[in-house]
Nanobody, 121 residues
Framework: QVQLVESGGGMVQAGDSLRLSCAAS????????MGWFRQAPGKEREFVVA????????EYIESVKGRFTISRDNAKETAHLQMNSLKPEDTAVYYC??????????????WGQGTQVSVSS
């Protein structure tokens, strides 16, 4: 079992930056791929980005490439999502997730409670 706790959400204006953090605990999280998903009002939850357990391989959705950066610190069992040049369409609840095995956009077994990101124009 892996427990995940997100932090760092908030309300910002378009063009601003936010850094989300995800603290993992429990069963060794070092071996898990970490991902971030988001769910906007009235929409389904969507995959945003993931990073493999080594931190060397990542995958982003097209709409955030060049603006968002995922990283992880295995020594501290944390993952971060640096979000720059935020747009109103980035407004959503952001969820940290973990899955055993390699990089993927689905199959995440563990989820955090979510943190709200709101971007005004």
């Amino acid at each position: 079992q892996v427990q995940l706790v997100e932090s760092g959400g908030g309300m910002v204006q378009a063009g601003d930056s936010l850094r989300l953090s995800c603290a993992a605990s429990g069963r060794t999280s070092l071996w898990y791929t970490m991902g971030w998903f988001r769910q906007a009002p009235g929409k389904e939850r969507e995959f945003v980005v993931a990073i493999d357990r080594t931190g060397r391989t990542t995958e982003y959705i097209e709409s955030v490439k060049g603006r968002f950066t995922i990283s992880r610190d295995n020594a501290k069992e944390t993952a971060h999502l640096q979000m720059n040049s935020l747009k109103p369409e980035d407004t959503a609840v952001y969820y940290c997730a973990a899955r055993p095995g390699g990089l993927a956009v689905s199959g995440y077994a563990y989820w955090g409670q979510g943190t709200q990101v709101s971007v005004s124009s």
